[in-house]
């Protein structure tokens, strides 16, 4: 049985949203995606109720592609535009925070509109490069006055830590998700995040639940594992300063021991684990073929019950949590994790 959950008063979502990164240009690194897969796979996903889906203004292609998947919903298919939610980010580019203005942000927005066919954006999720640079409050008010306009329905956060948040919220931005990694991998948000979400009844809409597709069956007794996917580019390092390898093995056994009990993978269980923690609201899956389209329907036909949850719980007690809060390794110069990631890809 599929699970949603209303995000602003009339607005429902799924509890599992299609993750839309993995479609980018340059994503995949050992193959090419197969793009008539990938609309069979959303018509497929939509089918079985999964109607949102999570892209960005700087995911390379990924707008124009679901732009393209809205207009075959307009010709003749059953399920209609209107039932399935879009969540796209603004994302200014690093290179030019100090200059973004009104103008700006609005000519971004409208370009969101035009790539994804619609009159309205359902979620804008707003991302802020650098603290150091002034200008963060003021280019969320932008969103608003856009909110005012008609063209954005909900406003929405990613990546932010807890205090740069709590000054959008004290400023009267309307926040009502933050998108942030989440995993059995990375805890930060737990630290002081996610109590805070908690107080404020802000979401979390979680992405890194499956670690790139590292949580699976077929990484058991693997000795090492070459990257196919920026995604485990990113999670791979991630892993490295968690648990480390040993750990990570441990865990998967653990994992696979819960899912033959529920007759699910560990997939299923990393995810349900994820969407157990109070305070989240849905968990991101990245979608790049259709094979994984029937598989994730079992992520709502089981719960897991207390003696499991702490069998994970106390595995990952042994281990290190990532440092900072959610999001600060990424933004330190320097660091590994910022050294992979592009920060200019709007203009
Ligand atoms: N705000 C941000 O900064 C940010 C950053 C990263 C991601 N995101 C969002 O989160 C989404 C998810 O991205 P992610 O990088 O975190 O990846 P992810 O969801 O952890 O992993 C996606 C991969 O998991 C595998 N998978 C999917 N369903 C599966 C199943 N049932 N069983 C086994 N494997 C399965 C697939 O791999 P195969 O196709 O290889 O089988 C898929 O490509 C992105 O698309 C994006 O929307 C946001």
Redesign the pocket.
């Known amino acids: 049985m599929n699970q949603k959950f209303e995000l602003t008063p009339g607005y429902t979502i799924n509890r599992i949203i299609n993750?839309?990164?993995?479609l980018s240009e340059g994503h995949s690194l050992t193959c090419k995606l197969d793009f008539d897969d990938v609309m069979r796979a959303f018509h497929g996903l939509v089918e079985r109720g999964f109607t949102t889906f999570?892209?960005a203004d700087i995911y390379t292609g990924a707008e124009e592609f679901i732009g393209e998947f809205v207009k075959q919903l307009k010709n003749g298919s059953s399920i209609s535009p209107d039932d399935i939610q879009i969540h796209t980010?603004y994302v200014p580019d690093l290179d030019i925070l100090q200059d973004v203005d009104f103008n700006y942000t609005e000519k971004i927005i409208d370009r969101s509109l035009r790539r994804l066919n619609r009159d309205t954006l359902d979620l804008v999720q707003f991302h802020w490069w650098d603290y150091d640079v002034p200008g963060c409050v003021e280019t969320a008010g932008h969103l608003c006055r856009l909110q005012e306009k008609g063209k954005i329905r909900n406003i929405g956060v990613?990546?932010f830590d807890t205090k740069h948040l709590a000054e959008l919220v004290d400023a009267g931005i309307p926040v009502v998700s933050i998108?942030t990694?989440y995993s059995v991998f990375d805890r930060r948000p737990e630290k002081a995040l996610l109590p805070y979400c908690k107080e404020k009844h802000i979401p979390l809409l979680c992405?890194?639940?499956?670690?790139?597709?590292l949580l699976?069956e077929r990484w058991i007794g693997a000795a090492s594992a070459n990257p196919?996917?920026r995604?485990q580019v990113?999670y791979l390092q991630v892993l490295e300063d968690s648990m480390g390898w040993e750990g990570y093995q441990e865990l998967l056994l653990i994992l696979q021991r819960i899912a033959k009990h529920h007759d699910a993978?560990i997939?299923?269980v990393a995810s349900k684990y994820i969407l157990s923690q109070s305070g989240v609201g849905a968990a991101?899956?990245?979608?790049?073929?259709s094979?994984?389209v029937d598989?994730?329907t079992r992520i709502f036909d089981f719960d897991l019950d207390a003696k499991e949850m702490e069998m994970i719980r106390n595995h990952l007690a042994k281990h290190n949590m990532l440092e900072g809060e959610p999001f600060e390794l990424e933004r330190t110069v320097g660091s590994k994790y910022r050294n992979i990631m592009k920060m200019n890809l709007n203009e």
């Open positions: 993750g839309c990164w993995q999570d892209c980010k990613t990546n998108q990694q992405y890194g639940t499956l670690s790139g597709g699976a196919e996917t995604s990113k993978s997939a299923h991101i899956i990245g979608i790049r073929n094979k994984h598989s994730n």
